[in-house]
């Protein structure tokens, strides 16, 4: 049996549309409560959401879910996904919910589940919360007498912001430095410039007035335009870029130029390995990660591991193999000495403080390796999915063979969007484009069909 609802970050859709409603919010509460209730105790869960106002839809629904199994709610309200993951540990939950379609735009929406350590659940757990929910789910309601209660935690983001102020290096301060920071409207708005200023920053915040519409419009780390240009306008040492969750960064340096997940790995790495604080050997990134990296890594006699899409399959080998380092292209990082899940903020303060200690601009510390070319193209699609077509198998089967050994190919379906995904990469900047152009077209020809 595969997943039907949960793909590789959860459930997402399209919010008030089949299968992103109060309906299924209301099922996944009352599943997901029903197998996280073990033993005696009072049984508790966190739930945070971002700033779309389909949040006002889905979070009482999830909420009476839960209580109906008997478990109590806690409610924190906006917050950063991370944050949740670091909730549900540290106030001893036996589960934590994030509602957010992280970089998608507000008409999206998403529910994120977290196990009691934090971390987020297997594909074999997700599975049995599907089984649960499709079938008869009154046999786990609780009694009247034993029906779950529900608060508000006031301290939640301060709770956050003293964990993460926690991962700087304690002999370093901001003091000096001049940042733009776009927290996409979203989830991070108002704890993100929070923790920049306290350590010292001079912070320049955009993309911190959230009105349910707003988020990740036109600005955050898929839309960097304002970033890029605010960053020079303002003379800044650096720009910072979360997505809507704050799971994600993308950082600009003080011309502007992007800095993308796989550099920031880069450079994390080498600077753990100098520290001795580097664990695995190398570091765990996705079939995404452009080869320079591996590359120089490889140089440093670091391994580079490469997982399908989905942090959480970065995190899963991390876990597995002993890594404390790993990430995707996308800019989620995840720093497994101080987080469980992908961490924009903290690994935003990673970079700030190899900038700070380097004496260095942020173009001459933030790019370590030069990348090779790679070329990615979407398409959308509606309905059954083109790849399944005989003649983009034949098309795919080509681009392999144009490409032989100078470069790789990727084709894939996003786990969170109707769309597929083509990627090239090698030595030859003019052959890859040519690859994914030919390939995008038949692709294209599909959808129209």
Same mark, same amino acid.
């Given at each position: 049996?595969?997943?039907?609802?949960?793909?590789?970050?959860?459930?997402?859709?399209?919010?008030?549309?089949?299968?992103?409603?109060?309906?299924?919010?209301?099922?996944?509460?009352?599943?997901?409560?029903?197998?996280?209730?073990?033993?005696?105790?009072?049984?508790?869960?966190?739930?945070?959401?971002?700033?779309?106002?389909?949040?006002?839809?889905?979070?009482? @629904?999830?909420?009476?879910?839960?209580?109906?199994?008997?478990?109590?709610?806690?409610?924190?309200?906006?917050?950063? %996904?991370?944050?949740?993951?670091?909730?549900?540990?540290?106030?001893?939950?036996?589960?934590?919910?994030?509602?957010?379609?992280?970089?998608?735009? =507000?008409?999206?929406?998403?529910?994120?589940?977290?196990?009691?350590?934090? =971390?987020?659940?297997?594909?074999?757990?997700?599975?049995?919360?599907?089984?649960?929910?499709?079938?008869?789910?009154?046999?786990?309601?609780?009694?009247?007498?034993?029906?779950?209660? %529900?608060?508000?935690?006031?301290?939640?983001?301060?709770?956050?912001?003293?964990?993460?102020?926690?991962?700087?290096?304690?002999?370093?301060?901001?003091?000096?430095?001049?940042?733009?920071?776009?927290?996409?409207?979203?989830?991070?708005?108002?704890?993100?410039?929070?923790?920049?200023?306290?350590?010292?920053?001079?912070?320049?915040?955009?993309?911190?007035?959230?009105?349910?519409?707003?988020?990740?419009?036109?600005?955050?780390?898929?839309? %960097?335009?304002?970033?890029?240009?605010?960053?020079?306008?303002?003379?800044?040492?650096?720009?910072? /870029?979360?997505?809507?969750? /704050?799971?994600? $960064?993308?950082?600009?340096?003080?011309?502007?130029?992007?800095?993308?997940?796989?550099?920031?790995?880069?450079?994390?790495?080498?600077?753990?390995?100098?520290?001795?604080?580097?664990?695995?050997?190398?570091?765990?990134?996705?079939?995404?990660?452009?080869?320079?990296?591996?590359? =120089?890594?490889?140089?440093?006699?670091?391994?580079?591991?490469?997982?399908?899409?989905?942090?959480?399959?970065? $995190?899963?080998?991390?876990?597995?193999?002993?890594?404390?380092?790993?990430?995707?292209?996308?800019?989620?990082?995840?720093?497994?000495?101080?987080?469980?899940?992908?961490?924009?903020?903290?690994?935003?303060?990673?970079?700030?403080?190899?900038?700070?200690?380097?004496?260095?601009? /942020?173009?001459?510390?933030?790019?370590?390796?030069?990348?090779?070319?790679?070329?990615?193209?979407?398409?959308?699609?509606?309905?059954?999915?083109?790849?399944? @077509?005989?003649?983009?198998?034949? @098309?795919?089967?080509?681009?392999?063979?144009?490409?032989?050994?100078?470069?790789?190919?990727?084709?894939?379906?996003?786990?969170?969007?109707?769309?597929?995904?083509?990627?090239?990469?090698?030595?030859?900047?003019?052959?890859?484009?040519?690859?994914?152009?030919?390939?995008?077209?038949?692709?294209? %020809?599909?959808?129209?069909?």
């Amino acid at each position: 049996m595969t997943r039907k609802l949960f793909g590789t970050d959860g459930i997402r859709g399209i919010a008030n549309s089949d299968p992103m409603t109060a309906e299924t919010a209301l099922k996944v509460g009352m599943a997901a409560g029903a197998q996280f209730i073990r033993g005696d105790h009072r049984h508790r869960v966190v739930i945070g959401k971002d700033t779309r106002l389909s949040g006002y839809l889905l979070e009482p @629904a999830l909420v009476a879910g839960f209580v109906s199994v008997g478990m109590d709610v806690i409610i924190v309200g906006p917050i950063p %996904t991370p944050a949740i993951a670091m909730l549900t540990q540290s106030l001893r939950c036996d589960l934590g919910v994030m509602l957010s379609a992280s970089h998608n735009p =507000y008409h999206d929406n998403g529910i994120k589940l977290f196990g009691p350590d934090g =971390y987020k659940l297997s594909d074999a757990i997700e599975l049995e919360i599907e089984a649960r929910m499709a079938g008869d789910q009154s046999a786990d309601l609780a009694p009247p007498d034993m029906l779950g209660r %529900t608060w508000r935690l006031e301290s939640s983001r301060g709770r956050y912001n003293d964990h993460v102020k926690r991962t700087f290096p304690r002999e370093h301060t901001l003091d000096g430095l001049k940042v733009v920071l776009d927290c996409a409207n979203g989830a991070a708005y108002r704890v993100a410039p929070e923790v920049l200023w306290e350590l010292g920053a001079d912070v320049v915040p955009v993309g911190v007035d959230p009105d349910g519409f707003n988020i990740n419009r036109d600005c955050g780390s898929t839309n %960097t335009e304002t970033l890029r240009s605010l960053t020079v306008a303002h003379g800044a040492d650096l720009g910072i /870029a979360l997505d809507g969750d /704050a799971d994600r $960064v993308i950082i600009a340096d003080e011309h502007g130029d992007l800095v993308d997940g796989d550099q920031i790995l880069g450079l994390v790495a080498r600077n753990w390995l100098e520290r001795g604080i580097l664990q695995g050997g190398g570091v765990v990134a996705t079939v995404m990660s452009n080869l320079g990296l591996e590359r =120089y890594l490889n140089d440093m006699g670091l391994g580079l591991e490469r997982t399908q899409v989905g942090d959480r399959y970065v $995190v899963e080998f991390m876990r597995a193999k002993g890594f404390n380092l790993g990430g995707e292209q996308s800019g989620h990082i995840i720093l497994g000495d101080y987080s469980t899940t992908g961490d924009g903020l903290i690994a935003a303060l990673q970079v700030l403080s190899v900038v700070k200690k380097s004496g260095k601009r /942020a173009s001459e510390v933030c790019r370590p390796f030069e990348p090779l070319p790679q070329l990615l193209k979407n398409v959308r699609f509606n309905g059954v999915s083109p790849l399944e @077509a005989a003649c983009v198998q034949d @098309a795919i089967a080509d681009a392999q063979a144009m490409l032989k050994d100078k470069g790789r190919l990727l084709v894939r379906p996003s786990g969170t969007e109707p769309l597929v995904r083509v990627m090239a990469e090698g030595e030859d900047d003019i052959l890859i484009t040519r690859v994914v152009d030919d390939l995008i077209t038949v692709i294209e %020809t599909e959808v129209r069909a």
